[in-house]
């Protein structure tokens, strides 16, 4: 006999696989850099943020922005304002990544960080879609 859910239970959140290159950069080297996360589709593009800052093992301590376009520098959707300062909450902190994907048609997922020094990453969402694993802590 097959277990029924509760009617108040919520399906987990589907794990997207979201690959980050970081395609511009005041001290980008010649190498590639290339991350990939595996990433709750209801996590927020902060929480999208935090991963990237870990992944790359940057210090969290300039402003950042989300934004989409076809080109690295071509913003045709911004996400929310950036904050006033590198501690102030962005107002698009709360936005679920199930609220960005699908982009418009040829756009892709920009983040940018350190305004200074111009670090741009490129965030591309993979097709494949899986349940989260029991005892893995997301994003991964």
Known sequence: MKKSQSPSAKPAPAIWTLKVECVYGAYLKQRPCIRVIEIPEDFSLDDLHR?????????????????????????????????????????????????????????????????????TFQITKGRKVKP????????A
Request: aromatic share 20%; net charge negative.
């Open 51 to 119: 991963a990237i800052q870990g992944a790359v093992e940057f210090g969290n301590d300039h402003p950042y922005e989300f934004y989409a376009g076809r080109q690295p520098f071509s913003r045709k959707v911004t996400y929310g304002e950036p904050p006033e300062s590198p501690f102030d909450i962005p107002e698009f902190a709360e936005i679920p990544l199930h609220q960005v994907f699908p982009l418009p048609e040829r756009m892709k997922l920009h983040y940018w960080f350190d305004f200074g020094d111009d670090w």
């Open 132 to 139: 989260p694993e029991a005892g893995v802590e997301y994003p």
